[in-house]
């Protein structure tokens, strides 16, 4: 068996001090929304979210992007501290979202600093998409749909390179029988979003999957737990968001959570899927639902 943590959307804060001319272009935009959102943002949540997921003692740790909020140099040192807060590079993956990628700049900014939490079986010296952790019976496919947006968009992109090259991992995960886990930040399925925040070319994802299948789809960006299905080869692959992990509870939202998925079966073998949500509920971390997935 695999115990699989997934956090995502983890929105690190407060905000680092920021200087005037950093508030050019979008970051104009995203620092008084984050003045806004951060009311319901709490770092205590956090902590007992993350606390929570060490007691649980995974076998590994994914989180689906948006660590970061206004892609200043200081959140990405943050978000390394965060990141080595939950385990060493072996055994946490990350791939990156919309905020951090949040100017063109950004993507060089958190390549440099997050690799070894990104990168391969034969570890690249820069971060590439998509990359593959083969752990025990799991191959964690990691991709990155993260791009620079304007003002008031929060789109993803898949180009048709990394969606070869995605088709190709699957395919050859799929050839040694490991249930495959794969790491996306935006929601591959149209009816999980809305336009503004919708993944461009997800058609190229689908088809990749539709062909060479997979077990598991992990995602973030919605702020909230889900579960979806979308067509593979040998039936229905499920598609899982997970909530933001820092949210006070309030009449809007439920309060932060994260997913604990138990994967059983061997390799070549049928794998069975089961999922957890635990989150901040009252005064304390909680299970929230239960689901069989596979």
């Known amino acids: 068996m695999a115990l699989l943590a997934h956090i995502s959307d983890v929105h690190l804060g407060p905000l680092p001090p920021v200087r005037l001319r950093e508030l050019a272009n979008k970051r104009f935009f995203g620092y008084f929304n984050w003045q806004r959102r ?47 807060s939950l385990g060493t590079p072996e055994n ?51 991709l990155s749909t993260a791009v620079a947006t304007g003002p008031f968009m929060a789109t993803g992109f898949m180009d048709h390179k990394q969606a070869d090259a995605f088709a190709t991992a699957l395919a050859e995960t799929g050839r040694e029988g490991l249930c ?76 932060g959570a994260y997913n604990l998925l138990r994967i059983e079966g061997s390799p070549g073998g049928r794998f069975s899927i089961a999922m957890t949500e635990r989150g901040f509920r009252g005064d304390k971390i909680t299970t929230v639902s239960e689901a069989k997935l596979a």
């Open 38 to 84: 951060s009311r319901v943002y709490d770092e205590g949540v956090l902590a007992a979210i993350t606390d929570d997921v060490h007691i649980q003692h995974p076998d590994h740790i994914a989180v689906t992007g948006d660590l970061v909020n206004i892609g200043l140099d200081a959140e990405y040192d943050a978000a390394l501290v965060w990141l080595q």
């Open 180 to 255: 495959r886990v794969v790491l996306i930040h935006h929601p591959p399925l149209a009816s999980l979003t809305t336009w503004p925040r919708r993944l461009i070319n997800a058609s190229l994802f689908q088809a990749a999957v539709a062909k060479h299948g997979a077990e598991l789809i992990l995602h973030g960006h919605n702020h909230r737990t889900s579960i979806a299905r979308m067509d593979g080869p040998k039936g229905p692959v499920p598609v899982i968001g997970a909530a933001a992990p820092s949210i006070m509870p309030n009449r809007y939202h439920p309060g």
């Open 92 to 142: 946490v993956t990350v791939v990156p979202g919309n905020h951090d990628a949040y100017l063109r700049r950004s993507v060089e900014r958190y390549s440099a600093t997050w690799l070894p939490y990104a990168n391969g079986d034969h570890p690249n010296p820069t971060m590439m998409f998509p990359f593959v952790r083969r752990r025990g019976a799991l191959a964690l496919i990691g």
